[in-house]
């Protein structure tokens, strides 16, 4: 009789394998034999100093033990191989096989098969080979027990796996495999922790250095900061002992000073008095003081000359020296005149009032005003004097003026060629019309047509 273990108690498992009598049903078997031959050598041993009547009754009780054992035994089997309500069902975990490892055993039965019958590969290919791999898996495939991950008190305990089925040469393979892994998993673990660890150890020790530094920081500020406000103190008094000191310098040479000025005021104011005394004594005897103010070339129109810009006072004179057509051209600038120029053009500007303040031109700015009447200087006509004949000329007299006018020209007609406005005096009335009849009697001249007129007479024609 076999060794009762835990796991053929189970009669689901005895079912299984085939188990349902004792050792009677199924035969002697080489284990039976050596049990024997141990009994009787047991009991040659337990009667060999006993005589035939003791050693029968001995014997007899030894059976007797042996059947009450063995009914008992019996008994026992029976009571288990009845189904039980409560027994949880078997439940056998498959086994998987991956595409590479079914490749691996079928290349391993081919060869195994055909090394057993002694035929090539190729011919117990030809029988199919996955009828071979299944007898070869047949034979090599055990079950074994396992542990489930359902607790034993669990809802779903009943239908936990118990057993499993296996290849050894596929589980060996496989807890390679996962052994490997284990150790490499193992070792980025550990590397990881010590990664982390080196961090943590870095992070700290950098952080006490910032909190260090920090530290020293706010001690040095801080120490600055009382230094800062010792050596300010120190400034504020050296700043008030020195205001003091420099007030009574300055006081003392205010002092000074203005005793000074009171000498230089009185020597100035004498010789100003002086020098307009002289100034006066010189306009009494020669007449106000002119200056050349100005001398520039300028381009009017098609005359280019050089123009001479003289002041006396605020009045101006303007002479122009034409040296390519031999002229001498004038103008005359007074002081109303000049400063009603310069209202116009201040008037007209324009921008912010400190830029109007700057760019305005005042009648005392004796060298900005020159320069602003050569730019709006023009050249016109001259307008004869009124005589006798009213249009006769002097030889030699200037024929152009210089006008303040802009871009004025002497092509422009002038007043002396503008005729028959009837614009006229009383005083010249008579003038004009005994100019008027004198053209008309050179012109009738000129046609032949003589009249004797007492007219004629006292005008000599």
Known sequence: MPLQTPLLMNPRIRELFGEEGGAGDRGMSPSTNHSTSVEAESD?????????????????????EKDRKR????????????????????????????????????????????KERQVTPEEVRQEGVYNVLAEYLSERVRVVSCKSLFLSGSVRSNEAASLRVVLPQ???????????????????????????????????????????????????EERRGAMEDVRLYRK??????????????????IRKMRAACTVI??????????????????????????????????????????????????????????????????GNVFQQEVEKLLDEYNSKLKG???????????????????????????????????????????????????????KATAEMPGIADIK?????????????????RILQAQARRAEGNIIRSATGKLAGL
Request: proline share 4%.
């Open 265 to 330: 005021q009185c020597a100035f104011r004498v010789f100003s008095a002086r020098m307009l005394a002289a100034a006066e004594r010189r306009r009494r005897d020669m007449g106000p003081e002119v200056l050349e103010m100005l001398r520039k070339s300028v381009k009017i129109g098609k005359l280019s000359f050089t123009v001479v810009v003289y002041r006396c006072g605020l009045n101006y004179r303007l002479v122009g020296f034409d040296l390519i057509r031999n002229r001498i051209y004038e």
């Open 170 to 220: 596929i589980e060996y393979r496989r807890l390679e495999q996962n052994n490997v892994r284990t150790v490499d998993y193992s070792i980025n673990l550990l590397q990881r922790l010590y990664r982390g660890f080196s961090g943590k150890r870095r992070f700290r020790r950098l952080r006490f250095r910032v909190d260090e530094k920090i530290a020293q920081h706010e001690l040095h």
């Open 236 to 253: 504020m008094m050296v700043t008030k002992m020195q205001v003091a000191v420099k007030a009574w310098i300055w006081r003392r040479l």
């Open 71 to 114: 009914a008992a035994r019996e008994k026992r089997l029976e009571e288990e191989a009845k189904p039980e309500k409560d027994v949880p069902p078997v439940v056998i975990r498959p086994l998987v096989l991956l595409a590479k490892e079914a490749e691996l055993l079928l290349e391993l039965a081919v060869n195994f098969t055909a």
């Open 420 to 436: 028959n406005l009837n614009r006229l005096l009383k005083d010249t009335a008579p003038v004009v019309d005994r100019y008027n």
């Open 352 to 406: 912010s009032k400190y830029q109007i303040e700057h760019e305005k031109i005042r009648p005392w700015n004796h060298h900005r005003v020159p320069e602003f009447l050569v730019d709006n200087l023009g050249i016109a006509k001259m307008t004869p004097n009124v005589t006798s004949d009213l249009g006769a000329v002097a030889p030699g007299a200037p024929k152009e003026v210089l006008v303040m006018k802009t």
């Open 44 to 64: 040659h041993e337990i009667f060999g100093d006993l005589d035939d009547e003791e050693i029968e009754a001995k014997r007899q009780q030894m059976e007797e």
